[in-house]
């Protein structure tokens, strides 16, 4: 069949019009054999023009259709629809931007920015003749999710996700559910804390849409999203799961700050969290506390901000001064972190008589005692000089660590970590539950730490983004994905190397050859891989190396 | 539990459904985002925005911290995917103003301000406004500039429809002028168009209505509006921004001049028992991306944050932090001034604060300070006309189990996310959109099954 290419030049009133002359490039564009008919639109986005395009490609037979306008972002999908409706498949549909490319930024050049706009549309065409037809990618989505994390960030992802009506597969490496906030014995200020997160834990081990896998790990992981394949280790045992989506939320460990502060060796110091989990007894026996927070953080091996240290500092220094209204504490810090309203607690802190007091970290405070430590000595920056605090008791305040197992997670689910080896979001500011990857999410202190409160509304979050897809039931990608040629593959592995969403693999071909092999699902279009391949054998559907050199060949 | 099918997933609308539609208030980026989840679930939202564009705060700032991403160019993307969703309908130019009725089944009163603007015909193009006679201080440019009576909020406006702003417009102030009707070759402009009440019948409601920042003239003994050269974040924010009044350039509004010596002075209003008790979360750290741009932009500017705790606990925050200071010479002086005054000689303002590491009281003259306010609940939704849902003693909306109901208002079937329910920055912000979606989900889940 003969290629009838249509070309429609819109005006977009005057910002293309009034600086480019369209009439002079519909002239230019009607010299190129093949294209039968060239015309312009005051507004090509509008209904009635829309309908007029549908009515030209029906009665002039136009088979490929370009539109020279505004910015593909906002406008491609309107005429690949357009083109859709009057009969003619989406992918012969070329959009050149004549707008910001030429009209805009040009706007003082007017006979040049005509002609590069001529030169532009002259390409479209170029490419529009070796368009070919393509039908959208479409994968089925299986309505289950895999949470990795017993934790509260996890717990959350699952009782939601169970409760939109999916099914769910909650994956815990050790033989309880609630992570690290279940080791907290006082919670503050909601001192209900405790009881809720049993009633959390015990809600999910009654919902019948969630199977718990504890004392489990995962072993291995293929596929995609819509239909990963996990293999849960459960001791000897192994199960296979098929699941739709995947979250992880395997959370963060409390660093043990062996060799700081006389930890470990002095018999009254130690951490937050030990001393949350002393009984009230032996809590009531301690008079004069000295905390010390940004332990082991905020220095040149771990320089991050842990975030909920002194909240938890100051937590427990409300519970001493509330068991114990004439003991002593004070918290030394380098800054006091509390965000937003939680401002109201370090206030009530200071109210019942806790002492606050800078140290600088050029100077940190030293511990004076034999066997157990009865001074803390800090250099005080107001005060310009050593002061010196009695103790019976020191509690360090530890940053949240990365999970050791975060390495091994994230080879095996193909996912980024960070240099600190937290997980690594696909974008830090809009897309913080997500990875690159489609169908993996992201939640929790896996990510960065949070206190329980983000947690649980990441928890959320990433169950909105898994609801997503699930919903849907089936998912629609552009097929602008690459793909190999095996006759020119070497395989080399340089495209593997070089793919940001881990799309591209091995495969084994009869003839004892390894050749390359492109998931299309997981492949996004960026085109790394084609540039990167040295034989031409990949390709990237919409712009191939002959369309792109077709193009070429239109300004020559 | 059985699985609901949402009625929206794949194709057109199923207006036949049994699922009500989901109605969002505020279009910043928490509200964006909202819709936009649940949009892609399958459900049918209103996004209801008073201004005449969605883009929030977020769309004002030039840079985001601690990427430095370009503020507009990762929004727009994310505002033109709302205009285009088919399970989104914008309405902008409007107001919720009262919430009836039950949980799964409210009853929801919208007023929408007349645009006298058809927007079905309406290009965006900005034919009239270029001949439109009348010039009004740019609310989005925090009156720096000047815009028309009938505009775009800003460039990238979604919807990229203009309105017409009756306060100032010559025919309807006047009734002469119709300069716009004249030139619109769409015919869109229609000046009998009437305020109008639509009701909406809705599943569950979602608040993200965002902040504003706090009025710092009340804080006399900084002088703002008395002292030249003394600034808020938000002026600043469009005074660097190279699409704002001045092209980007940190032009002095006294003498049109670039300061040398530059200062940021955090917690105006904020942390304050006078003011607001509480943190306003983000100071911090926008205080240091914008001396940062001021170093990108100028060589021999100094910059000098006045901070009282440096509170940089999210991702990669410290690091940004220690950039600042290493690679950029952004010097952090702990310390609250007491006060600027105004050098009698120069003009410029001298900023009067104690050193607290070596316990003086010293007096530094600068070029331009940079107050950053304390950022307060947005007036607009609080919803004095709807007293069921509980507010906070500093005005944003009560979430009574902040911990593990994080998005759960005082009212079934209403929700909250964002800054007008805690101080929090916009991954927070967005993190907590996301998170609103999946409740209301939930909810309309558990709700259909029983």
Redesign the interface.
């Known amino acids: 069949m003969k290629t009838r290419i249509g070309v429609f030049v819109c005006r977009?009133?005057?910002?293309i019009g009034g600086v480019i002359d369209v009439p002079n490039v519909l002239e230019d564009v009607r010299s190129i054999s093949n294209v039968v008919l060239a015309e312009e639109f005051?507004?090509a986005?509008?209904e009635d023009s829309l309908s007029t395009l549908k009515e030209r490609i029906k009665e002039h037979g136009l088979n490929r259709v370009v539109v020279a306008a505004c910015t593909p972002?906002?406008h491609e999908?309107l005429f690949k629809r357009c083109c859709e409706e009057a009969g003619l498949n989406r992918y012969l549909f070329e959009f050149v931007n004549i707008r910001e490319q030429c009209a805009w930024i040009h706007a003082h050049e007017k006979a040049k920015a005509t002609k590069k706009a001529a030169g532009l549309v002259r390409m479209g065409v170029g490419k529009a003749f070796l368009l070919k037809p393509r039908e959208d990618i479409e994968i089925d989505i299986t309505?289950s999710a895999m949470i990795i994390g017993g934790g509260v960030s996890g717990i959350t992802s699952a009782l939601?996700l169970?409760?939109?009506?999916?099914e769910v597969h909650l994956v815990e490496r050790s033989d309880h559910l609630g992570g690290v906030a279940s080791d907290f014995k006082t919670w503050f200020p909601?001192r209900e804390?405790d009881r809720?997160l049993s009633h959390?834990v015990r809600s999910i081990e009654c919902?019948?849409?969630i199977t718990v896998y504890l004392s489990s790990k995962i072993k291995d992981c293929s596929g995609n999203l819509g239909a990963f394949t996990v293999v849960i280790q459960d001791g000897d045992k192994e199960r296979t799961v098929v699941v739709g989506t995947i979250v992880i939320a395997t959370g963060a460990g409390v660093l043990k700050p062996h060799g700081l502060y006389g930890y470990g060796e002095l018999s009254n110091v130690m951490t937050q969290m030990e001393y949350d989990n002393l009984s009230k007894r032996r809590k009531e026996k301690y008079k004069k506390v000295v905390m010390i927070n940004c332990v082991g953080t905020?220095v040149t091996e771990r320089?991050?901000?842990?975030?909920v240290c002194c909240m938890i500092a100051i937590k427990n220094a409300i519970s001493v001064k509330e068991s114990n209204p004439q003991a002593a504490v004070h918290i030394l810090h380098r800054?006091?972190?509390?965000?937003?309203?939680?401002?109201?607690y370090y206030?009530y802190a200071m109210e019942l008589g806790i002492g606050f007091s800078r140290y600088t970290i050029e100077a940190p405070p030293q511990i004076l005692g034999e066997g157990s430590g009865d001074t803390v000595r800090y250099y005080d920056?107001?005060a310009?000089k050593d002061i010196d605090i009695s103790c019976d008791l020191v509690v360090l305040s530890t940053p949240l660590v990365a999970q050791e197992e975060n390495e091994s997670m994230a080879k095996l689910f193909k996912v980024p970590i960070?240099e600190e080896r937290?997980f690594l979001e696909a974008?830090?500011?809009?897309?913080?539950?997500e990875f690159a990857t489609d169908g993996i999410y992201i939640c929790g202190s896996a990510?960065?730490?949070v206190d329980?409160?983000?947690s649980?509304?990441?928890?959320?979050?990433?169950?909105?983004?898994a609801?997503?897809p699930m919903?849907?039931?089936?998912v629609f990608f552009e097929a602008i994905t690459a793909s190999c040629d095996e006759k020119n593959c070497s395989g080399c592995g340089s495209c593997i190397e070089v793919c940001p969403y881990n799309a591209v693999d091995y495969k084994d071909l009869e003839e004892d050859r390894k050749v390359v092999e492109v998931n299309q699902v997981k492949c996004k279009g960026c085109g790394c891989c084609v540039s990167a391949c040295k034989n031409g054998a990949m390709q990237q559907h919409g712009f191939s190396d002959y369309q792109l050199l077709s193009m070429i060949e239109m300004m020559a | 539990m059985k699985k609901i099918d949402f009625p929206n997933k794949n194709t057109a609308h199923n207006i036949n459904s049994a699922i009500k539609p989901i109605i969002i208030i505020g279009g910043g980026i928490t509200g964006i985002q909202t819709a936009l989840d649940l949009a892609d679930m399958g459900l049918h939202v209103y996004l209801v925005e008073r201004s005449s564009s969605i883009g929030g705060r977020m769309a004002q700032l030039d840079k985001t911290f601690p990427t430095n991403d370009c503020s507009m160019c990762i929004l727009s993307p994310k505002m033109i995917d709302c205009a285009r969703h088919e399970n989104i309908t914008l309405l902008v130019y409007s107001e919720v103003v009262e919430i009836k009725g039950d949980p799964g089944n409210f009853t929801v009163k919208i007023r929408q301000k007349p645009k006298y603007i058809d927007h079905l015909k309406c290009t965006g193009c900005g034919d009239c406004i270029s001949k439109c006679p009348v010039k009004v201080p740019n609310e989005f440019n925090m009156s720096i500039d000047t815009r028309k009576a009938i505009y775009l909020r800003f460039p990238q406006a979604v919807p990229k429809k203009v309105v017409i702003d009756s306060d100032h417009c010559l025919f309807l102030t006047k009734g002469r002028c119709r300069a716009c009707e004249k030139v619109c070759q769409a015919k869109a402009i229609d000046f009998a168009q009437m305020e109008k009440l639509v009701e909406l019948n809705a599943e569950a409601v979602v608040f993200a209505t965002g902040f504003e920042p706090y009025d710092v003239s009340k804080l006399k003994e900084y002088g703002y509006g008395e002292i030249d050269n003394v600034i808020t974040a938000m002026e600043y924010e469009r005074l660097i921004s190279a699409s704002g009044p001045t092209g980007g350039e940190l032009m002095r509004r006294s003498d049109n001049e670039i300061p040398n010596r530059l200062a940021f002075i955090q917690c105006v209003g904020s942390r304050d028992i006078r003011h607001k008790l509480y943190c306003s979360s983000v100071c911090c750290m926008y205080a240091t991306k914008e001396a940062i741009l001021a170093r990108e932009h100028y060589d021999n500017l100094s910059a000098t944050i006045f901070y009282t705790d440096l509170r940089a606990g999210g991702k990669k925050f410290q690091s940004y932090i220690s950039r600042a200071r290493d690679e950029y010479g952004v010097s952090y002086l702990r310390g609250r001034p007491g006060r600027i005054e105004q050098s009698e000689e120069s003009g410029n303002p001298i900023i009067v604060y104690e050193d607290t590491t070596t316990r003086e009281l010293k007096k530094t003259e600068v070029d331009m300070v940079v107050l950053c306010p304390a950022l307060v609940p947005s007036e607009a939704h609080s919803m004095k006309n709807n007293p069921d849902i509980e507010i906070d003693e500093y005005g944003f909306i009560k979430i009574p189990d902040r911990i593990f109901s994080p998005f759960d208002t005082s009212r079934d079937g209403i929700y909250a996310c964002g800054f007008c329910q805690a101080p929090q920055d916009i991954p927070t912000a967005v993190v907590q959109a996301s998170g609103a979606a999946a409740r209301v989900a939930e909810f309309i889940c558990t709700a259909n099954v029983r």
């Open positions: 977009c009133g005057n910002n005051m507004y986005c509008s972002r906002t999908p309505p939601n169970a409760r939109q009506g999916f909601d804390g809720k959390l919902d019948e849409n905020r320089p991050y901000c842990s975030q800054d006091i972190l509390v965000y937003g309203t939680a401002e109201e206030r920056e107001t310009g960070s937290f974008h830090q500011k809009l897309r913080p539950v990510r960065w730490p329980i409160r983000e649980i509304a990441q928890g959320y979050a990433a169950a909105a983004k609801a997503i919903h849907r039931g089936r």
